[in-house]
């Protein structure tokens, strides 16, 4: 390409990004548009042998396009066709964007992706300011006694444990709180989670301490934001990171680090206790729960929910074909049946699995549940190798999300999770060059 097409393509590739992952908090319409401009900027590139030169070698591009036939095979034997073309075309992007940039003949610069991500803790910042101020404003309504409060732990023993506790620690927690820019709070919270661990990667590359103690106190900003937005499985995440940082600082001899991260970790735990509705569901809702599923059980609180959603799933499971699954667009209609079968209901009216493992090994059997473990860890163990904590750490936060969540099944899950593993992965890496060549080992054989 010509010095100037180049310039051309990379304003595409780099406009596109900021677009699509500064808009992902408030509309994903948006998003999609800015990826959308950015998978025609690929195609106006060219250089097709070079581009299918480049995936031939590469192990990560191959897991994914792995995941992709095994989505298609799926077609041939799902009961519903038009859910099954449905699941392939939610999840386009999953599969295109890593595609663009790893094949991509433009590289951008990390002071570029530094800016992408600068954009998406900006956003991230202006969405905590909206849904406070939402929060204000439902919480004004309730005390005049405009609209009622939405008591979303109604059915749970909420009440009952905290009797003297105000009403408005609902409407400033959870899904209340989360209302401000209409996303579910586990969504917002694995953001705002990944801004935490940006802000802390910038701490050592900043030598002004004033900044230093600006980027502490928007971290902690954020962290008392996702207690707030008590999502359990990412509070544990970070929760755990944080004491992982703290550890690996004091062992490292970076004491005022690690003193510093000792201190946050306490200053989470106490805000987390403080505030009833992230302390219940935490904390009280896990130790009342008995877990134990039964057929013809009914169940209403949270954890009983996710904890009958998995035994329904892996009763499903008994009826699926063990390598390639119940087929693309079927999990959720085979959950369903499982749930008449045993008369197991939810008062959720839910049949989504909530485990992202658990719905890939129902849909696309043990080869997709394989393939996912595979698109996680390799680039983990590569980040490893590059000494690279911020992917590390993201990808064991998506990891733990897609425990409890079918994160990968969701828009606001699928397009967040893709832009930052394509960035990391193949812009700020090139970890579209490692493949692996069996040659050696015949040799070896011979």
Request: with cysteine; glycine share 6%.
């Amino acid at each position: 390409m010509s010095e100037s097409k180049t310039i051309l393509h990379k304003n595409i590739l780099w406009a596109s990004l900021i677009l699509s992952i500064t808009a992902l908090p408030f509309s994903i319409k948006v998003c999609h548009a800015g990826m959308i401009v950015l998978l025609l900027g690929w195609l106006m590139e060219g250089n097709w042998s070079v581009k299918f030169r480049i995936i031939k070698q590469s192990l990560l591009l191959q897991i994914i396009i792995g995941l992709l036939v095994l989505q298609l095979i799926g077609l041939l034997y799902t009961d519903n066709m038009n859910s099954g073309l449905f699941s392939v075309e939610k999840k386009i992007f999953f599969y295109m964007i890593p595609v663009a940039l790893a094949t991509t003949m433009v590289r951008l610069t990390k002071n570029e992706i530094r800016i992408i991500f600068i954009g998406f803790f900006l956003s991230c910042l202006i969405g905590t300011l909206l849904c406070t101020v939402h929060a204000w404003t439902q919480a004004h309504d309730y005390i005049t006694g405009i609209t009622p409060i939405n008591h979303y732990l109604a059915t749970s023993s909420y009440s009952d444990l905290h009797p003297l506790d105000s009403e408005k620690w609902l409407i400033f927690s959870y899904v209340s709180l989360a209302e401000g820019i209409n996303i579910h709070p586990t969504y917002f919270s694995f953001y705002l989670s990944f801004c935490v661990l940006f802000l802390l990667h910038q701490i050592g590359e900043i030598k002004s301490t004033l900044r230093q103690a600006g980027i502490w106190a928007l971290a902690s900003y954020f962290i008392i934001f996702i207690i707030f937005l008590a999502a359990r499985i990412v509070i544990l995440a970070i929760g755990l990171m944080l004491i992982f940082l703290a550890i690996r600082s004091l062992i490292n001899h970076q004491k005022m680090i690690g003193i510093a991260f000792v201190i946050m970790s306490i200053f989470f735990s106490y805000i987390l206790y403080i505030n009833p509705v992230s302390r219940y569901r935490s904390l009280q809702e896990i130790h009342l729960s008995t877990f134990n599923i039964s057929p013809g059980g009914h169940y209403e609180t949270a954890a009983q929910i996710r904890a009958s959603l998995w035994w329904t799933g892996f009763k499903s499971i008994q009826h699926s074909n063990p390598f390639l699954g119940v087929g693309s667009g079927d999990v959720e209609i085979e959950m369903q049946k499982t749930s008449r079968q045993f008369g197991i209901t939810n008062i959720l009216g839910s049949f989504d699995p909530h485990s992202q493992y658990l719905f890939t090994l129902l849909g696309c059997g043990i080869i997709g549940l394989l393939l996912l473990i595979l698109w996680f860890a390799l680039p983990a163990y590569f980040s490893w190798g590059e000494k690279d904590p911020l992917f590390i750490g993201f990808i064991l936060l998506l990891s733990m999300i897609c425990l409890t969540e079918t994160a990968l099944e969701s828009q606001k899950g699928i397009v967040f999770s893709t832009l930052v593993y394509a960035i990391l992965s193949f812009q700020r890496h090139s970890f579209q060059s490692i493949s692996i060549s069996f040659r050696p080992i015949l040799r070896a054989g011979n």
